[in-house]
């Protein structure tokens, strides 16, 4: 298991000082990477990537605009579910072994605390207002977690083994989709309750809405399948099997425009291009081996995936569907999440 190589320090400390060991030269160069980054983020994004190392129990921290690696996190253990706050302050990383979600400064990288967050947590999504919606796999359940007093709001019962999480462009609902039972879960957030059950291809894993929330998508691992689920009816009204070999579909992204999907395809080691509305398959873009999480840069031209048993995080240019650069992270990164 690779090592983690950074240190949180605690509160007082200033962030941008490294851990002991390291020369005057590297400390005064992270210090000033640090110092670019909070005068960044005042009037903008940091452009970090953040990748959670599900093996190495860590964060790797990467620089979008060069494609370096800043600095690795020591999180906690099992890091694999990764998101942002609705301003972009905090990094959220669901720590699966810990049963809890670690809060990381955006800036600073100061690790701000752990909030318990039940049984076995793995996927989230974050909602408008600021709540965590995030599977329980384990349990059978999706809990809802206030990140500001760290009560859990709401514990609903879904399917067995509940695993992809997306809320709506407008917070009114949240999905979750359960792989032993084959099931998306429909979730009036209003009453913290399931108002409808979609019965879908094996495994469901990855959800993602469109822009307006009209449509989700969502991604069936053994049934080699992605699916349109209609919002306003909860009916599926489109199917289509990944005509790839090996092909076993997780993450979904959607382009800013709605064209276009964006799907990795794990042991085929590839991201899967589709037509968003006839769900036809226009290209692929090979990457590193067992492709797993997925990041689209917000205006669309990049992506990212986590090779899971490569080690590595893949830049792809979307416009020329090729893959650009591969970036050596820790052990198998599981999850992706961009502050651009």
Sequence with gaps: MKKATFKFLLAG???TLLVTGC?????????????????????????RLFVTNEKGNSVSVIDSRTGEVETTLEIGDRPRGIGLSPDHKTLYVALSEENAIAMVDVVTLELKGKLKAGEDPETFAVHPNGNIYLSNEDDAKATVLNPTTGKIEAE?????????????????IALVT?????????????????????????????LAFNSDGSRAYVSSEIGNEIAIIDMATHKLVKQAALDLPKSKPMAIKISPDDKT????????????ILDADTLELQGTVDVGKRVWGLELSRDGSTAYTADGVSNT????DIASQTRTKAIEVGAMPWG?????
Excluded: F, W
Aim: glycine share 8%; hydrophobic share 40%; net charge negative.
């Design 13 to 15: 400390i200033a962030a």
């Design 23 to 47: 020369s005057k030269e590297e400390d005064s160069e992270t210090a000033v990477s640090s110092e670019a980054a909070v005068e960044n983020h005042e009037g903008g994004p940091t452009y």
């Design 156 to 172: 609903i019962r879904v399917g067995l083994e509940p695993e992809g999480v997306a809320v709506s462009p407008d917070g009114a």
């Design 178 to 206: 359960s792989e032993s039972t084959n099931m998306v879960h429909v979730i009036d957030t209003a009453q913290a309750k399931v108002i409808a059950n979609i019965l879908v291809a094996a495994r469901p894993r990855g």
């Design 261 to 272: 999907l964006y799907l990795t395809t794990g042991r085929a080691s590839k991201v899967a």
């Design 313 to 316: 995080v893949s830049v792809v």
């Design 336 to 340: 992706l999440v961009l502050d651009d």
